[in-house]
């Protein structure tokens, strides 16, 4: 699904090629690749497929930018796919902007198909934060891009993706690139969508890795983290003092208890804009409680790893 929609771009296709990193799949994902891959690949259309060892991300995505040979790279994840003008309106914004990475409108969607309440509180800017690439509606500069087009030069300059860090690479990448003095930019023409998870479990456990990963990188100096990335840490500490405190002092209890009060009330208020089921506008409030404090509580075990 997210190959295919790489292959039928507008893009002229003798402009761009397509590197497929995999990751030692033990599924039958590999023989998949290779029948598109013999069915689509032409003389003028490369489509390469390489094997990443390491098996992280990070470790994959730095093959596909080094073995590239365009002025210009992106990347899709596997759970992801491009609209059909995608690479196309990438190239036209990044050369006209000042900016080494583009990105644009990321769409959130249940892996199944169906629209359901994961997807919707994936995909609320209460749920996940007020990225450009999820609410802004007009083109600007920004402070990240999803699924952006790079520069390839600035990989040459800063470096690479770092192979150490499991999770969240791409927001200590952004972090140095905006400490070199690069700009990122947003255009809300550039469509993605990805593919969330649908399961309360899976949701939740995918919460508290981004949560433990993003104190990683606290830990390991990058300075990436902005404002968003730190509400559900100081929500979960607060709670978690008001508890302990509230054994000397009751009041902190009371205290505590109105903070979640407040939380499911702004819940309720996102909800409502979401959709117009009553059943999920009651779910969802306590699906965000659970999403935030599973994300605080990633920040406490990333404490703690070594």
């Given at each position: ?120 509180v994936l995909s609320s ?85 981004n949560g433990q990963w ?28 008001s508890i302990i405190s ?61």
């Open positions: 699904m997210s190959l295919m929609s790489l292959i039928n771009q507008t893009y002229p296709k003798d402009k761009y090629e397509i590197i497929i990193v995999d990751g030692i799949s033990e599924d039958n994902t590999l023989n998949i690749i290779k029948k598109i891959q013999t069915n689509y690949m032409t003389d003028s259309f490369r489509i390469s497929i390489m094997i990443n060892e390491k098996k992280i991300l990070s470790s994959g995505w730095n093959i596909g930018i080094k073995n590239a040979k365009g002025e210009y790279v992106t990347r899709i994840d596997a759970h992801a796919t491009a609209e059909p003008s995608f690479i196309e309106r990438s190239v036209r914004t990044i050369t006209k902007v000042n900016a080494v990475c583009v990105g644009g409108k990321l769409v959130s969607k249940s892996i199944d198909g169906v629209d359901n309440i994961i997807s919707k800017s209460f749920g996940v934060g007020n990225s450009s690439f999820r609410v802004a509606q007009e083109p600007t500069y920004a402070d990240t891009a999803v699924y952006g087009l790079y520069r390839k030069k600035v990989f040459e300059e800063i470096g690479y993706f770092d192979e150490t860090t499991v999770r969240n690479q791409d927001i200590e990448l952004h972090s140095k690139i905006r400490k070199a003095g690069y700009k990122f930019y947003f255009n809300p023409g550039i469509r993605s969508t990805y593919y969330t998870r649908n399961t309360l479990k899976k949701m939740l456990k995918q919460a508290i890795g993003n104190m990683i990188l606290i830990k390991k100096g990058t300075s990436a983290l902005s404002f968003r990335h730190l509400v559900p840490f100081a929500f979960i500490l607060y709670l978690i003092l509230g054994f000397l002092w009751n009041f902190m209890w009371i205290l505590g208890g109105g903070v979640i009060l407040i939380h499911l009330f702004l819940g309720f208020c996102f909800a409502i804009k979401k959709t117009n089921n009553i059943v999920e506008i009651c779910e969802m409030p306590w699906l965000f409680l659970l999403l935030h404090l599973s994300y605080g509580y990633g920040y406490i075990k990333g404490i703690t790893y070594k």
